[in-house]
């Protein structure tokens, strides 16, 4: 499986960005997507995920402010970034997990399929 990111760059503070990652394969192959970052120094961390089923989670520090959405009939995650602050700059990845049975989760540290990250630098 192939993932492609784009959407990356820089953006004010309160400003907006969407980031785009498309799938080589049917969507609906796959189990949980989402995205992870990771800032200079830093490790990479979980910012939100969605199931082929539309359940949605998202971390502590993008709640409110970022959107995760999918859609399947171009088998494609998006990442809606309203409101970013300095503390979102990182390198952002698209990630994806082979299908798994109650799985609602993306583990950053067991993902099976990761794609190119794409820069996105908040600052003024």
């Known amino acids: 499986v192939q993932l492609q990111a784009s959407g990356g760059g820089a953006v004010h503070p309160g400003g907006s960005l969407r980031l785009s990652c498309t799938a080589s394969r049917g969507r609906k192959t796959l189990g949980v997507m989402g995205w992870a970052r990771q800032s200079p120094g830093k490790r990479r961390e979980f910012i939100a995920s969605i199931t082929s089923g539309g359940s949605i989670l998202y971390s502590d520090s993008v709640k409110g402010r970022f959107t995760i959405s999918s859609d399947n009939a171009k088998n494609a995650v998006y990442l809606q970034m309203n409101s970013p602050v300095p503390e979102d700059t990182g390198v952002y990845f698209c990630?994806?997990?082979?299908?798994?049975?109650?799985?609602?989760?993306?583990?950053?540290?067991?993902?099976?399929?990761w794609g190119k990250g794409t820069q996105v630098t908040v600052s003024s």
């Open positions: 990630g994806a997990d082979l299908p798994v049975y109650g799985s609602s989760c993306l583990l950053v540290s067991s993902v099976d399929y």
